[in-house]
């Protein structure tokens, strides 16, 4: 086995074709994993870092200031004081339970990330590796399917804590996840429609050669937008540790290192989130209005720039994260369903029809996936935008705590009243 | 909904929560790129203090060293919370000295009383706060921590200057 493996190594590859020894492959995904999982989690501790200066600049504050140079080491004494702190148990928490929730939000938050390709491949003596740590033919079903299973560790916490704003966190946590996750996978389907396959590599291959996702898709980008906002937990959505309600919701009862997985996860989350709204709608590792970066050959320095513009854009979405959490207050319970149920489903049913329609449509007269192809698709984006812009915002959206009572109705229920024996002399 | 309560239909502009939600995000972005931060980053910065602010004492000394202090006991008499503790003593050449003098920071209500009586302008309450310690005991100042004492003192009120000018 060492030898055969030394002997892999050893022997020079095409760099530019596949690695044809299973050994390679199997190396390389031993170190994209490790690179892989290190970045996420330097990346998750500097992210809390980056979420409180965010939300002090943007309340006019410092922010954390004492450790390290402007604050840099605060994640680290954060990391050390939760790893010192002592694990407290409930005594009536169902304790198999209790342990296991945090891992078990802690771990798909982990797994998404693995099949998003976060660069160019890159050529090595051993052959072209990809930048991706599974590169798997049907990746965004794999998404779909491990992100859902984040919400079990929640709903476990809630449930194993045996502590009413914990169970309440749960349950609100499992609803809404589940209410968004269908909204989310059908605003998908407009991209897996114009892509025409699932794999991640394809989408980003079929963005690269026409225009951005953002551009073609856009109600799809902002139904998309929201959901993930749902499905990470983040304000104006974060109901299900809603602070003021619940104390700290589902991980009220955990402390110490639990607690930090919970907010780990949460910030993995974020960081999937915000690298599938890049691979979905902004061309993941492309770099815009050229091929160069999408064809081979490969070099180490395409790369190095798409990994680099990879990131910036991932950030840009971290930063849109905070942003919109500092800006907006948090959503009524039943104006959350609301908006999952009664606007982002019907809006992206139609949405796929109306796009399926126009490919349809684009087909059948012939223009082929390309400039005139995008530009088709954008217009009709804008207008479609547009539409759902005025609609929205006729003020439908926010609905009082009790909906609208028509005059007749009102009617109808003040002669009920007056008619009740309960009715009080006087009137209103 | 409770029956008689008038649904009043709002303007769009109001219940829009699309333009409202831009307008917020370009408020909190305003915020973001140009703060104006009014923080004071304590320990290094410290925001001056009036010249009358009246803190923890300070017992004034004489070019040999020794307080001032002739121990003719008005401060104990006059002080409201009763905190300060004299025992007064005497040399040979009959000059009387404070044997024991305590202040217990803990009752004093800062009124400055004991600056204003002094005669010899000896006991003064100072320019400082910062006076945190680790016990309780440490709050009782006696005379040699009063004498070592070097922040600056407090200018009382001048009824020829009234507005210290």
Redesign the interface.
């Known amino acids: 086995m060492t030898w055969s493996l030394t002997f892999a190594l050893l022997q020079v590859a095409n760099p530019q074709a596949p690695p044809t020894s299973t050994s390679v492959f199997v190396i390389a995904t031993v170190i994209k994993m490790i690179i892989v999982f290190t970045v996420l989690m330097v990346g998750v501790a500097l992210l809390t870092l980056a979420e409180r200066k965010i939300s002090a600049w943007i309340q006019d504050r410092h922010g954390p200031n004492r450790v390290g140079w402007h604050g840099l080491l605060q994640p680290a004494a954060d990391g050390l004081k939760n790893i010192m702190k002592e694990e407290t148990y409930p005594d009536a928490a169902y304790k198999p339970l209790f342990i296991l929730a945090p891992a078990l939000a802690f771990i798909p938050a982990m797994m998404t990330f693995a099949v998003i390709p976060f660069a160019s491949p890159l050529p090595t003596g051993a052959g072209l590796i990809e930048m991706v740590v599974a590169p798997l033919p049907i990746g965004f079903l794999y998404i779909l399917a491990i992100t859902s299973l984040g919400v079990y560790g929640i709903v476990l916490a809630g449930w194993a804590s045996n502590n009413k704003y914990s169970l309440l966190g749960g349950l609100r946590s499992s609803a809404q996840m589940v209410s968004y996750e269908i909204a989310m996978g059908l605003s998908t389907i407009a991209v897996l429609l114009v892509a025409g396959n699932v794999a991640l590599n394809d989408i980003i291959w079929q963005q690269a050669t026409t225009v951005w996702n953002f551009f073609g898709l856009t109600i799809a980008f902002i139904i998309f937008l929201i959901a993930a906002f749902a499905e990470t937990n983040r304000l104006p959505f974060d109901l299900p540790e809603a602070e003021s309600e619940l104390i700290a919701g589902y991980h009220t009862e955990y402390s110490a290192m639990k607690f930090s997985l919970f907010f780990i996860a949460e910030y993995s989350n974020m960081v999937t989130a915000s690298a599938l709204l890049v691979t979905l709608f902004f061309g993941g590792w492309d770099i815009p209005f050229t091929l160069w970066d999408n064809q081979a050959p490969w070099s180490i320095l395409k790369t190095v720039l798409t990994g680099l513009l990879f990131a910036g854009k991932v950030l840009f979405f971290l930063f849109f994260y905070m942003w919109i959490r500092w800006t907006l207050p948090r959503f009524r319970y039943d104006q959350l369903m609301s908006l999952g149920w009664r606007v982002l489903l019907p809006v992206a049913l139609l949405y796929i029809v109306v796009i399926a329609g126009t490919l349809l449509i684009l087909d059948l007269l012939g223009v082929r996936p390309g400039a005139t192809h995008g530009i088709i698709l954008g217009v009709v984006n804008l207008v479609l935008a547009g539409i759902l812009f005025l609609i929205l915002d006729s003020g439908r959206i926010i609905s009082p705590a009790s909906g609208r009572v028509h005059a007749e109705q009102l009617r109808r229920l003040r002669a009920m009243r007056s008619r009740s024996p309960l009715a009080a002399p006087g009137g209103d | 909904?409770a029956?008689?309560v008038r649904?009043v239909a709002?303007p769009?502009e109001?219940?829009?929560?699309?333009?409202a939600?831009l307008k917020?995000?370009a408020?909190?972005?305003k915020?973001?790129i140009n703060?104006?931060?009014?923080?004071t980053?304590y320990p290094e910065e410290k925001e001056p203090i009036s010249r009358r602010w009246r803190g923890t004492h300070r017992m004034l000394t004489d070019e040999t060293g020794k307080a001032k202090c002739v121990a003719c006991g008005l401060c104990p008499q006059i002080c409201p919370a009763n905190c300060i503790k004299l025992v007064p003593g005497e040399d040979e050449e009959g000059n009387r000295y404070p044997l024991v003098y305590e202040i217990d920071e803990f009752r004093c209500i800062f009124c400055g009383y004991c600056q204003e009586v002094c005669p010899e302008e000896a006991i003064h309450v100072g320019r400082h706060y910062e006076n945190a310690e680790y016990s309780r005991a440490g709050f009782v100042y006696d005379l040699e921590r009063l004498t070592a004492q070097t922040h600056p003192v407090c200018e009382m009120w001048d009824p020829a200057d009234p507005k210290g000018e």
């Open positions: 909904m029956i008689g649904v709002r769009v109001q219940v829009s929560y699309m333009r939600t917020g995000m408020l909190t972005f915020h973001l703060p104006h931060k009014v923080t980053q």
